[in-house]
């Protein structure tokens, strides 16, 4: 039985039951030799910045390697991103968006990857640096990690140890999302950059991924990287304030790609189909999935 993990005095005060490892797992036997820029937007929720950060901070990310662009937030979150000198920031004056914040940190990064990452999320590995490897072996261009979203119920890192053990060498190939997906600084030079038209609301990075495929990328999900996500933190706080239900209008998202109603229809069908024999097989082998929701004590498999 894995051994269950401990809190330390900071993560008491955060609004989940966050864990530091016991036992990390370990990825000395892989060759990191590609740099990297972890591209975070942030508007408000400075707990779950903080959170983020000192998680990844404490997996083995390099600080240096983080890149926060505050989107004109009002809380507390300009004042500690200015504290942290070990960390670079960038202050917007008005919110540009997810696609913006993307594109403005891709083009301030030098690195050969670029991660573009959610700031409500944990881990309890580098798993930044394990998606980057995965990627070079199954020679994808962009890349995503593994994940659990919402109710983090769980040890995460006995969980982690667990889960990597299952699924490491499992790829999905054909999808990515947007929680957090690594992109060669090629594809940016090939196909463009994120998408900053904000009536995406949202949808940036499926118009990405489409736009990938149309060009005839690589990309995929693998097994070999894991991390917990919150889900939709800031865009619930922002249909607070905005009293609304939903942002955008998924009509124009599909018009935006090229699809007329009988496309969306035949994609959508395709996408299900796909979605159902990569549940099924990757149950059937481990009884994981690399996508699992973690909701109201039951745990969905997508």
């Not at 990825?27 to 990191?32: E, F, K, P």
């Not at 960390?87 to 990064?109: D, E, F, K």
């Not at 009293?243 to 069908?269: C, E, M, P």
């Amino acid at each position: 039985m894995p051994q269950r993990a401990h809190c330390t005095q900071y993560e008491k005060s955060v609004p989940y039951r966050v864990c530091s490892p016991l036992h990390v797992p370990q990825t000395s036997d892989v060759n990191m030799s590609m740099s990297y820029t972890i591209v975070i937007p942030v508007l408000n929720q400075l707990q779950y910045t903080q959170q983020c950060v000192e998680s990844l901070l404490a997996s083995g990310v390099p600080a240096q390697s983080l890149l926060v662009i505050d989107n004109g937030s009002t809380d507390d979150t300009p004042v500690w991103l200015a504290g942290r000198e070990d960390i670079r920031s960038v202050r917007n004056p008005v919110n540009l968006g997810c696609g913006g914040a993307w594109t403005q940190g891709a083009l301030l990064a030098d690195s050969d990857w670029v991660v573009l990452l959610n700031n409500d999320i944990v881990c309890a590995h580098n798993f930044i640096e394990a998606q980057i490897n995965a990627a070079q072996t199954h020679r994808l261009d962009v890349v995503s990690p593994s994940l659990v979203e919402f109710e983090l119920d769980y040890d995460i890192a006995p969980f982690t140890a667990e889960f990597l053990r299952k699924m490491s060498g499992t790829v999905r190939k054909g999808w990515f999302h947007g929680v957090c997906f690594s992109v060669r600084r090629s594809v940016f030079q090939q196909i463009g950059y994120l998408d900053t038209d904000r009536l995406l609301y949202g949808r940036e990075d499926a118009e990405f991924l489409a736009r990938c495929k149309r060009h005839g990328l690589s990309v995929g999900t693998v097994g070999d990287a894991f991390m917990h996500h919150f889900g939709m933190i800031t865009q619930n706080a922002m249909k607070k304030d905005l009293g609304v239900s939903r942002f955008g209008d998924h009509r124009y998202f599909y018009s935006k790609i090229g699809l007329n109603w009988w496309g969306r229809q035949t994609a959508k069908f395709a996408r299900k189909s796909q979605m159902r024999r990569w549940v099924a097989a990757e149950r059937a082998k481990t009884g994981f999935t690399l996508h699992m929701v973690h909701r109201n004590g039951r745990v969905e498999y997508r």
